[in-house]
């Protein structure tokens, strides 16, 4: 079984891959129309059955259907739908540059919500790397500033180097200038890929002369050392010397070193980092502090767009606090950075948000506002258009109950008066019923509000859908027999080994059937000590004055517990939900039973049994966590972190 599974892929296509003027338009912002994206699964992937159950097979999901997607500067968005709805594949298709007709000079910068390594796109020397600490993987995340230090260095190494080996800053420029025809390749392949009539005759034909470039280019890469005469050595020695005064200047015209330490500082201070912890090896850290030190190597980024896909996951109070008031004053020190957010904070989103977009069958609606204040909106149009239905009902059935009167006074009496007015009513109801406002708010006009072919003269009256509300019951413990605490603790201490402190000192704790309790603490306080010691994780013969009643079954979600999953989906991708739950309780839990358990949880259909585990979003797995631990019943239930659902 392979140890990695390929990543879905997006396909995205708008009304720009042909229309747009032109890809070097320089705009503040993103206008995106026609706007389609989907996901598929790996081509040729063949995955075999597992004992008879669902097993996880190649399908197309559509995320978006000719929707349209507008982001200005200096505007915080907040991006909301359900769960597995497709946000994080949108953040993701932003951030790769997938989407046609973002302006080139847009830099875009992305926390994914599980993000864990970074890429760099800049030739790599040969030098073994030392590990880097918390603070200088922070301030060498800028991809821009690193690509041109890495090129100084390699220049200046061929260079110094030149005494004794005069063809090294020849081979190094012809490498350097190697690279970069390779994206402008890439670059130009995507253009002529994407354009038609004369604008892409234009693009093919850039097309080869760059295929020329590069073919020359890889030749000169390999050529041997006679072949290159001394007047080319001479020529391309001073190019090389030339790039690098080039590059020296770029350098200099961003903003200095220590600066940017200092900034870098701030951050990792405001997210909860000492200066011991700035100190330490990056490679040390847990999963979530490597996700604190990741968001904070994007908030040093001088980028136009800022993309944060549940920034609050991974922080304690303080530091949600913190991000909030830093976010809030990009606004006034840099106007013309965009932001983008998805986050199951309420109050996160209502402090920040000027502009939300929902994501909801398949298409983006915006609205000018939060999310508190778009839900009050909601309400009162569906109050609004709810009334002006019933009241349109009501007038609807006297004008029938009058037509069927005067067809029967006209046919009686033989008034031709009668039977006109009667179809004349009629007409009305089949042409003029429906909506009697505007999109502006004021009289419907029909080749305003309604252009185009239809059936009728006026659109239906439709009120917004209730979103369906998922209602997360804790199944019924099995009777204990007899009465008694779940879990006591008496004046409990426990330290940790080669530490020179306690972390629990004369801790005193009972917790009865029906308790709810809620820890709270500064990071490093000990909350994740205390439930280790409640469950008895390995600290058992460390500490006394636990006990725990005979008849108890814990359930316990760890804050790690989506990157657990996703390391399960990735070690064996014909994994699903459905067969994951199975597995871990082959002898209690049947395939029916196990999705009864997840459609409780609002995952249902394809979902849990033809979607990879590895491809569920993060609120999808954080449900299939909370099954695992509904199953079989458990009398006491432990969060290290309220789960995001």
Same mark, same amino acid.
């Given at each position: ?6 990543p ?41 059955d597992?004992?008879g159950?669902?097993k ?51 830099k ?13 796109n ?8 030392q ?22 260095s ?14 090294s ?11 970069r ?15 038609s ?98 968001l ?7 980028a ?72 009050a ?20 059935s006297h004008m ?16 031709e ?38 059936? @009728?003269? =006026? /659109?239906?009256?439709? *009120?917004?859908?209730?979103e369906?509300?998922?209602?997360? !019951?804790? $199944? ?25 402190k ?16 809620g ?14 010691v409640l ?47 199975v597995?871990?309780?082959p002898?209690t839990?049947?395939?029916? @039973?196990? =999705? /009864?358990?997840?459609? *409780?949880?609002?995952?249902h259909?394809?979902?849990?049994? !033809?979607? $990879? ?33």
């Open positions: 079984m392979p140890d990695t599974v390929t879905p892929n997006i396909l995205v296509s708008c009304q720009q891959t042909r229309f747009h003027r032109s890809n070097t338009i320089v705009s503040s912002g993103i206008d995106i129309r026609g706007l389609n994206v989907r996901v598929t699964s790996s081509a040729g992937e063949d995955i075999s597992r004992k159950k669902a996880a097979r190649a399908e197309e999901v559509e995320i978006l259907v000719d929707a349209e997607l507008k982001l200005k500067a200096g505007e915080c968005y907040g991006l909301v739908g359900r769960n597995g709805s497709g946000k994080s594949t949108i953040l993701r298709a932003l951030a790769e540059g997938l989407i046609p007709g973002i302006p080139p000079t847009t875009i910068s992305i926390l994914q919500q599980t993000s864990s390594t970074t890429t760099t800049s030739i790599e020397s040969s030098d073994e790397e590990p880097k600490t918390v603070l200088q993987h922070v301030v060498e995340s800028d991809a821009s500033r690193n690509d041109i230090l890495r090129d100084i390699v220049l200046s190494q061929s260079l110094d180097a030149a005494v004794g080996d005069t063809l800053p020849v081979y190094t420029l012809r490498q350097m200038r190697h690279f025809l390779r994206a402008e390749l890439a670059e130009a392949e995507k253009n002529a890929s994407l354009r009539g004369s604008r892409g005759l234009q693009a093919r034909k850039a097309l080869r002369v760059l295929e020329g470039r590069f073919k020359e280019s890889a030749e000169l890469v390999g050529q041997a050392d006679e072949e290159i005469s001394e007047e080319t050595l001479q020529n391309e020695a001073r190019e090389a010397v030339d790039l690098l005064s080039d590059l020296q200047s770029q350098l200099e015209q961003m903003e200095p070193l220590p600066s940017v330490t200092s900034q870098a500082r701030t951050i990792l201070s405001g997210l909860g980092f000492t200066p011991a912890t700035m100190s330490a090896a990056f490679h040390t850290l847990s999963g979530g502090w490597k996700m604190r030190c990741l904070a190597g994007i908030l040093l980024q001088p136009t767009l800022l993309i944060l896909d549940e920034p609050t996951n991974f922080l304690d109070l303080h530091g949600i606090i913190w991000l909030q008031r830093h976010l809030l004053s990009l606004r006034t020190t840099t106007p013309q950075k965009a932001i983008l957010l998805v986050s199951h904070d309420r109050d996160f989103l209502d402090a920040l948000c000027t502009t939300l977009i929902v994501l909801r069958d398949h298409t983006l609606a915006y609205f000018s506002g939060n999310l508190s204040a778009y839900e909106d909601q309400a009162a149009q569906k109050s609004y258009l709810t009334r002006m239905k019933e009241a349109q009902e009501r007038q609807v029938e109950k009058t037509i069927r009167e005067g067809i029967r006074m006209g046919k009686k009496t033989g008034d008066g009668k039977l006109k007015m009667a179809k004349s009513r009629q007409r009305r109801i089949d042409d003029r019923m429906g909506m009697q406002v505007g999109k502006g708010g004021g009289r419907f006009k029909l080749n305003r509000d309604l252009a185009g072919f239809h059936r @009728t003269n =006026r /659109a239906a009256i439709e *009120t917004p859908p209730d369906k509300i998922i209602n997360i !019951a804790l $199944p019924t413990p099995p009777p204990l027999r007899f009465p008694g605490p779940l879990i006591s603790l008496e004046r409990v201490t426990y330290t940790y080994p080669n530490a020179s306690p972390s629990l000192k004369g801790l005193t704790l009972v917790i009865h059937p029906g308790d709810r309790i820890i709270m603490g500064l990071n490093g306080g000990g909350k994740s000590t205390l439930l280790r469950r008895g994780d390995g600290v058992e013969g460390a500490c006394a004055g636990v006990e725990r009643h005979p008849r108890l079954r814990l359930g316990y979600y760890g804050q790690h517990a989506i990157e657990d999953l996703q390391r399960i989906g990735q070690a064996d991708p014909s994994l699903t939900a459905l067969t994951h739950l597995d871990q309780n002898t839990l049947t395939p029916p @039973t196990a =999705r /009864a358990l997840l459609s *409780t949880l609002n995952l259909g394809p979902t849990v049994s !033809a979607t $990879p585990l590895s491809q569920l979003s993060g609120g999808q797995l954080v449900r299939v966590a909370l099954a695992q631990i509904l199953h079989p019943h458990p009398t006491s239930c432990f969060w290290t972190k309220s789960p995001r659902i």
